[in-house]
Structure formats: C-alpha cells, structure tokens
C-alpha cells in the first residue's frame, strides 16, 4: 500500500543526526526547556525573519494561548474558515468566544476575504485565517481589512511553514509572520514535524510575546509570582532537538515537495474527472497536502477504486466546521457557505511527502487516468 506520508524513510536519510540529537539531550538530562528548546526558537526566528518565537505543546494550545494573550471577552466574535481543521474554531470556543463560520475560496481552499468582511459586527475583535494545505490566504487584503476594523489576526499556519505571501509593493512575508500572532504545529506529519507533538507562537509584537510567554508558563514570569491565569505548555526538548536538524533540512523538504507536485501536475492534466491545486499568483506553495477536487460526485468511488489498487487516500474535511455537533449553538454563520459545502464533498488527498518514488509516483498517476477514462 502506498502512504500518505511516510515518516520512516525520511527518519533514515537524516537518521544519525537524529539519533545524535536524542542521545545529547538524554545524555544532559534537561529534558523541560532545555538549550534545545532556546536554540530552536532563536534557529527558527531568523529562518522566518520573526521577531518572536515561543515554543510550546502544540498547535491547538498556540491558538489557545495567543487568543488569552489578546484579552478577548466572552462573547467576542473571531471570524474563521468553515472549511478547516477542528483546532481553530475549537480553540476560540473552548474560551467562550463566539467561532463565525464564513465561506472559503473554490479554487485555492483558503479563507473568502469578501465573505470575512460580510461577517464583521460589532463583537467581531479578531480573525483567523488558516493558510489550508500548504498555501497562504490573501493576507495583504487581509491584513488592510483588519486594520480599517481594528480586528486581530492570528494566522493559522499549521500546515504551511515556508510558504511565501507577495505583497503588492514586492515584499515578501512568509506565512504566519504578517499578523499579530501566526501559530505553528510540529505534528509528526507536517512539513517541519517532529517525533511526537509540538507547536510554536510567532509574533513581531514584544508585549503581545511577553504576555503569550507568561501564560504559556502558568501565568508567571517568575517562579511562584502568577500575574494572570495561565498553562503549561512547553516544547519537549527533545522535540526540539530533533527540530533543530529537521529545520536545517526544511529547504530541501520544500523542495523535494514541489518536485512531486510538479509531477502530479504534468501527469494529470486533461482529465475530465479532477480538477487540480491552484497556485495563486501571490504565493509559493508547499504542498503539506496534494489535494484534488473530484467532479461528477464520484470523489467516494474514486477513493475506494484507489484503494482497491493499492495506493491510499484520504478527504480533509469531510464536513463543514458548522455541520460538526460540537458547535451547534454556539457558533455563528454568516453567508452561504456554499464553496465550503462543495469542497466537502468534492476534496481528495493523494500521497504527497518528501520520500514518494517516482516508481509509486507513476503508478498513481496511472491509476488515477486509468479511473478517468
């Protein structure tokens, strides 16, 4: 069976400095914010060009902690995608916030910023957009839009570190750098992941940064004085250690991606059954996700025929984040969330990482144009 990523194999080509990695924390025993832990947010604060990084446990506790850092109220609203993964509309619900569902863009999945500003009350205090699969939202617009509304903006970038967004006048800005905080996931299959669950916050504002550190740290700056409620959440240093040389390989990772998405393009184009990943002119993309959309209401059949023949699959998200029990009453629609409902029944994700053959790389692409004829 082909896999959707495959951890092990790029563990090996990398293995003895892993291994090395590992051995040097256990051998120091600083096992809870250790040098590892330090070196890693100051390694990847100059990759990002970042101004802070604060490590944490994951990425759901990085949205978790950046929205306690703004100060929100109970019943505040923040605007997110309906088409997404659970973690962002969770996060703001789990602190009595008030997740307002608004459509997402057909071609690139990615947050609508019409439908964003359709969404906007008087409670809306912030936004969360969620660069989806591997790609940036529009976050110039984005930004100008939060601005003239004095809202926040936490990027979700989870699933896109590395990932490039051009501004008009030229400049560059890599995802989750641009709002007031972006929040990163180190979860073992992401582009940059490690060995078991970890996450990062990353802003440019220093007040911002020191009230997201204190919280991360039970409320505290100092040993036993608790300025605020907070939590623990911090990044395993052996987490981090194997961060720290998985960083040093991010580039090539990158690469090795958009190599295996330039195939998938080339071998697939024509076929009347799926429509490919868009690219947006305004971005690179890093493919954390090789994601199709199947036409003709046949993305189920196709997904069993591709397992039939060997070669896995798998549909992120079935479901439209307001459709989910979880949030029935306490969640706010604003639109048709039409593009969002579509995508749910039309997204299919094939095997993309950074060790795909070109051997099982062909032979998906055969599968997938013998199912199209």
């Known amino acids: ?3 959707m990523v495959d951890i092990h194999s790029q563990y090996l080509r990398i ?4 291994d090395d990695a590992i051995a040097g924390v256990v051998e120091s025993c600083a096992f809870t914010n250790g040098p590892d ?20 446990a994951n990425g759901t506790d990085a949205l978790r902690i950046s929205l306690m850092a703004l100060g929100l109220k109970s019943g505040d609203e923040v605007i997110v995608p309906a088409f997404a993964d659970v973690a962002c509309a969770e996060a703001i619900a789990l602190l009595n916030l008030i997740p307002v569902m608004v459509d997402v863009n057909l071609n690139d999945f990615n947050i609508s910023v019409k439908e964003i500003e359709k969404a906007i009350t008087p409670q809306t205090k912030a936004i969360i957009p969620v660069h989806l699969f591997g790609q940036a939202a529009q976050m110039e617009e984005i930004m100008i839009l939060a601005h003239r509304h004095h809202l926040y903006v936490i990027e979700d970038n989870a699933q896109s570190i590395g990932a490039e967004c051009e501004f008009s006048d030229g400049t560059m800005h890599y995802a989750g750098t641009m709002g007031d905080f972006g929040v990163l996931s180190f979860f073992p299959s992401n582009n940059l992941g490690c060995f078991g669950d970890g996450g990062a916050i990353l802003t440019n504002d220093d007040r911002l ?3 997201a550190m204190i919280i991360a740290n039970h409320g505290q700056r ?21 961060l720290r040389v998985k960083l040093r390989y991010l580039d090539e990772f990158t690469a090795a991606r958009q190599r295996v998405a330039s195939i998938y393009d080339r071998g697939l184009q024509g076929l009347d059954t799926i429509i490919l990943p868009a690219i947006q002119p305004w971005n690179n993309h890093v493919y954390s996700h090789y994601t199709l959309r199947v036409k003709h209401g046949s993305r189920d059949d196709l997904k069993e025929y591709l397992r039939v023949q060997g070669a896995k699959s798998e549909i992120y998200y ?24 579509a995508l749910c029944e039309q997204v299919l994700s094939i095997p993309m990482h950074t060790e795909l053959d070109r051997e099982n790389q062909r032979y998906i692409i055969t599968q997938l144009r013998s199912y199209g004829r």
């Open 209 to 211: 940064a020191d009230r």
């Open 318 to 341: 079935p479901f439209p984040l307001n459709k989910q029990p979880a949030f029935a009453g306490i969640c706010r629609v604003s639109g048709e969330l039409n593009n969002a409902e």
């Open 222 to 242: 100092q040993m036993n004085h608790h300025l605020v409620i907070g939590c623990n959440s911090c990044l395993d240093s052996i987490q981090a250690a194997i």
């Open 37 to 56: 832990v330090k070196s890693f947010a100051h390694e990847l604060q100059e990759y990002l060009g970042v101004a802070h990084v604060i490590p944490v």
């Open 15 to 18: 293995k003895e400095e892993i």
């Open 1 to 3: 069976m082909i896999e």
